[in-house]
């Protein structure tokens, strides 16, 4: 799942204009759109006995584990184009071609960037007492020069007043980087599941478009709250641009949650070039940018490689107590060596996908997706973050063979990478193949939003739906409808069967943060399943605790029994999985 932590902070800036626009577009055409009230008089399901033949299968017969122990113990981490996700992209092509799928192959996007592997690492704490602490190098983070042994200096910097007390002082030095963080005791534990009320409330949930949507060309003023988070990344931004312009030897962050030795690491930062006087300061990439923009700033370019400090995360407790001892006068040393690999032979990017050919002679053109983003972060095996996802749409896939269904659309599974920096993976392969949305202009206060404008490839109305799994190891408890209430009643007859299996919640609400919304963008029907939640913020999501045993097996069991009942009887229909309406 991605997560972009300066997002919020410029979600008003960056992208209100557009999303109001759209809003105002599906308010204004859901009223008149004959989908809109769901009343379709005849709605497909499978016969209880394929049903029946599904849930053995992917109950009695599962490789769902198996596929997701080869992902995570024997491949790995799969960063984005590293030498790792290039083989989770092959293996998982070979896996699903040994299943019998056809057109199994690696599709190229891009370029992305430059792969970076770790070859070896180690970080400790020399003096006044030794000890080794638990870090991670941050993904792209260049390599120290060898060893380097050096004091520890901690950057309290809070304001630009506090920057001139360290001008001249971090030259070779280890510089901590962030603030401490209070760690609290976990009296409730970390795991959940969804409890009825909240999934009543999700059901309950109005038409996204209506509820949450400004005018047209209003612009809100951020809230105080945003205000500071923006305050927080600009002065973040100057710290590593200081930190570099004073030629620290490394830069260490704090996890910014987790604890009991869990840290959350992603990529490393890049010093910001200097903002010419009286010139704006150049905005973080987000979500709303393209991938050429994201690119710009990014570790992965490998023309930003001479504006990085070799830099790591830390665990809390290690990073709070360097802190400590210097507070209280002791002058730490350590010992930091990180010895990374820049990729550069190859900067495209590549999803796998495998197809279940369409047996009727009309429909066999037509397609059913389904899917889940292979790329992970790095210090964990990427296991609920999103292996997870991905083994349980091959083994979805896998279930529809063994149970010997023929559907009468082609069923095509696809597997993305890039998801972490951006769901560059899915962007870019349905701008390939269905289409591309142009972005609308700002739209002045009090005039009425252009249509949103989506510019089709002749395979746009070829795709029935798109089903993606990636919050986690949880099981399926519902399915998002993105607003589109016309799905309403396939899903309900569809989730009819496994409400002993907990599914049974269909909400109006959007969900974000992952690859359904690059279909969702361009009107195609693309939807992510409700899951329940397990460990996934609190413990596994981008940690380096994202290992294979944190998963349920029972849930991914489930997933993909689920999975595979929606797939194929999206592909068994008369009629294509209805449209919200996107001018
Ligand atoms: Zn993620």
Redesign the pocket.
């Known amino acids: 799942?991605?997560?972009n932590r300066f997002l919020g902070a410029f979600l008003t800036f960056a992208l209100l204009a557009p999303t109001a626009a759209l809003a105002q577009d599906l308010r204004a055409k859901s009223a008149a759109s004959p989908n809109s009230t769901g009343a379709k008089s005849a709605v497909y399901t499978a016969p209880k006995a394929v049903i029946d033949k599904i849930r053995d299968e992917g109950t009695n017969h599962s490789q769902v584990v198996q596929t997701l122990s080869y992902l995570t113990d024997v491949i790995g981490g799969r960063l984005t184009n590293s030498p790792n996700m290039k083989r989770a992209n092959e293996w998982t092509r070979d896996t699903m071609a040994k299943w019998g799928m056809q057109n199994a192959k690696l599709e190229a996007w891009g370029p992305f960037g430059r792969g970076w592997s770790l070859k070896s690492f180690s970080a400790q704490v020399n003096e006044p007492t030794a000890f080794p602490v638990i870090a991670y190098p941050k993904a792209w983070s260049p390599s120290t020069k060898g060893a380097v042994t050096s004091e520890v200096v901690y950057l309290d910097i809070k304001s630009d007043e506090d920057f001139a007390k360290y001008k001249g002082q971090l030259s070779g030095k280890i510089v901590l980087i962030s603030r401490t963080r209070e760690i609290k005791a976990d009296f409730e534990g970390m795991g959940s599941r969804r409890t009825d009320e909240e999934l009543a409330k999700m059901a309950a949930a109005p038409d996204p478009s209506t509820v949450t949507a400004p005018q047209p060309g209003q612009q809100q003023a951020p809230t105080p709250e945003q205000q500071e988070r923006a305050r927080q990344f600009a002065l973040a931004q100057k710290m590593f641009g200081f930190v570099f312009d004073e030629g620290a030897a490394v830069v260490i962050d704090n996890s910014r949650i987790g604890s009991g030795g869990t840290l959350f690491v992603s990529a490393a930062s890049v010093a910001p070039l200097p903002t010419p006087a009286g010139q704006a300061a150049p905005q973080g990439g987000g979500f709303g940018g393209g991938a050429a923009a994201r690119a710009r700033s990014a570790a992965y370019n490998k023309d930003n490689e001479a504006r990085m400090v070799p830099q790591l995360t830390m665990a809390t407790e290690d990073y709070n107590r360097i802190v400590r001892m210097i507070q209280l006068g002791a002058k730490p040393k350590m010992t930091v060596d990180i010895q990374a690999q820049f990729h550069d032979e190859d900067l495209m990017g590549y999803n796998t996908v495998a197809e279940i050919p369409g047996t009727d002679p009309t429909l066999k053109s037509e397609l059913v997706m389904l899917g889940g983003h292979l790329d992970s972060?790095h210090s964990g095996t990427g296991a609920t973050?999103?292996a997870a996802g991905c083994a349980v749409a091959m083994e979805a896939a896998r279930i529809l063979i063994a149970s010997g269904l023929k559907p009468r659309r082609t069923i095509r599974v696809a597997l993305w990478s890039g998801?972490?920096q951006g769901l560059n993976g899915s962007r870019e392969y349905v701008t390939q193949q269905f289409g591309e949305r142009k972005q609308a202009p700002p739209v002045p206060a009090g005039q009425p939003a252009p249509p949103v404008d989506v510019v089709k490839t002749a395979n746009y109305d070829k795709l029935s739906a798109y089903y993606n799994l990636d919050n986690g190891t949880g099981k399926i408890r519902g399915v998002y409808m993105q607003g589109n209430s016309a799905v309403r009643p396939y899903f309900e007859a569809w989730l009819a069967p496994f409400a002993d299996m907990g599914a049974k919640t269909l909400t109006l609400s959007n969900t974000g943060g992952t690859d359904h919304l690059s279909f969702d963008r361009i009107g195609l029907p693309g939807f992510q399943f409700i899951q329940d939640e397990i460990e996934y913020d609190a413990r596994t999501?981008?940690s380096n605790q994202d290992t294979f045993d944190r998963i349920q097996a029972d849930d991914m069991k489930q997933a993909a029994t689920i999975m595979a009942a929606f797939v194929y009887q999206t592909a068994m229909m008369d009629e294509k999985m209805p449209r919200k309406v996107l001018k």
């Open positions: 799942m991605f997560r972060w973050d999103n998801e972490e999501h981008h």
